[in-house]
C-alpha cells in the first residue's frame, strides 16, 4: 500500500505566500510523475503542476511564473511553492504520484486526501 500525505495548506491574504508539501509512503519501488491538482468549489479537479523523476515540468497557464513545483528524489516528496496567490487560487489542493510498487512497473496513481488553501483578506 503507497500512501501520499500533504502538509501545508491555510488562509492567506492576496500576494501571499504558501509552500505545499507531499511526501510518499509505503510499498514504493519507483516514482514516475508526481504532481499537484486543485479543486475549487464547484469545478472540476485541474492539473496545477507536474514533474518528472528527472526535473521536467509542466505548469498551468493560470500559475506559471507564480508557482514552482520541485522533487526530492530521495526522500519521495513534492512540494509547490505559490506566490503571489489570488483569491482564484482557493481550493483544495491534492498531490498524486504514479507508483511501480515493484518490477513489474505496473503504475499505480496515488492520491493524497487533500489541503485547503485559501486566499482572502
Known amino acids: 500500500q503507497v500512501q501520499l500525505v500533504e502538509s501545508g495548506g491555510g488562509l492567506v491574504q492576496p500576494g501571499g505566500s504558501l509552500r505545499l508539501s507531499c511526501a510518499a509512503s509505503?510499498?514504493?519501488?519507483?516514482?514516475?510523475?508526481m504532481g499537484w491538482y486543485r479543486q475549487a468549489p464547484g469545478k472540476q479537479r485541474e492539473l496545477v503542476a507536474s514533474?518528472?523523476?528527472?526535473?521536467?515540468?509542466i505548469y498551468a497557464e493560470s500559475v506559471k511564473g507564480r508557482f514552482t513545483i520541485s522533487r526530492d528524489n530521495a526522500k519521495n516528496t513534492v512540494d509547490l511553492q505559490m506566490n503571489s496567490l489570488k483569491p482564484e487560487d482557493t481550493a483544495v489542493y491534492f498531490c498524486?504520484?504514479?507508483?511501480?510498487?515493484?518490477?513489474?512497473?505496473?503504475?499505480?496513481?496515488?492520491w493524497g486526501q487533500g489541503t485547503l488553501v485559501t486566499v482572502s483578506s
Open positions: 514533474i518528472m523523476p528527472a526535473g521536467s515540468t
Open positions: 509505503g510499498s514504493i519501488f519507483s516514482i514516475f510523475t
Open positions: 498524486k504520484a504514479d507508483v511501480a510498487r515493484d518490477a513489474t512497473y505496473r503504475i499505480l496513481a496515488v
